[in-house]
T-cell receptor
């Protein structure tokens, strides 16, 4: 079974721009979660989608948004990029039930200059 | 909000040594998960603990969930260089939104 894939793997943007990241979960997985990973803050939860509905949301500003499509693929968007948004963005999928293990993708390394 | 603290944040051991790392939650958890992230890699699921006082072993790794379901520990016996990486615990909150909250991780380095 193919793992979680994320595109692009690397991205360089300038302040004020917006960016869209994509995540394809493991086949059959209906839940997709997004995390921001930085050296100082560890893994911070952004949001979780299940069956195209946002099920949970972390404490990030409204510039961070996401969505999930009917095939469970998910995208996250960050508008008006700031330098502090530079991070590794990880997507994780799970079968769906709460409490199940998550399978992480390789991440998208975003650098904002 | 709910917090999950891991101690220590950094651990350097000599190959062959044993050590324990801890994970503490400010609230009672429904379950706790442990992940390992190798340098340059992504987190990989290791194990999940659900029951109060539960103990699970994976080869040289022993995981324990506290009686009050607010803390957990990971004990590694006879550390090897392949154990290098960052270990994260992640606690699932009870009721309500049931978020999975990650600790900041414990970075392990091993001196061969």
């Amino acid at each position: 079974k193919a793992g979680v894939t994320q595109t692009p793997r690397y991205l360089i943007k300038t302040r004020g721009q917006q960016v869209t990241l994509s995540c394809s979960p493991i086949s059959g997985h209906r839940s997709v979660s997004w995390y921001q990973q930085t050296p100082g803050q560890g893994l911070q939860f952004l949001f979780e989608y299940f069956s195209e509905t946002q099920r949970n949301k972390g404490n990030f500003p409204g510039r961070f948004s996401g969505r999930q499509f009917s095939n469970s693929r998910s995208e996250m968007n960050v508008s008006t990029l700031e330098l502090g948004d530079s991070a590794l963005y990880l997507c994780a999928s799970s079968f769906g039930g709460r409490g199940l293990e998550q399978y992480f993708g390789p991440g998208t390394r975003l650098t904002v200059t | 909000g709910q917090q999950v603290m891991q101690i220590p944040q950094y651990q350097h051991v000599q190959e062959g040594e044993d050590f324990t790392t801890y994970c503490n939650s400010s609230t009672t958890l429904s379950n706790i998960q442990w992940y390992k992230q190798r340098p340059g890699g992504h987190p990989v699921f290791l194990i999940q603990l659900v029951k109060s006082g539960e103990v699970k072993k994976q080869k040289r790794l022993t995981f324990q969930f506290g009686e009050a379901k607010k803390n957990s520990s990971l004990h590694i016996t006879a550390t090897q260089t392949t154990d290098v990486g960052t270990y994260f615990c992640a606690g699932r909150t009870q009721g309500g939104s049931e978020k999975l909250v990650f600790g900041k991780g414990m970075k392990l380095t091993v001196n061969p």
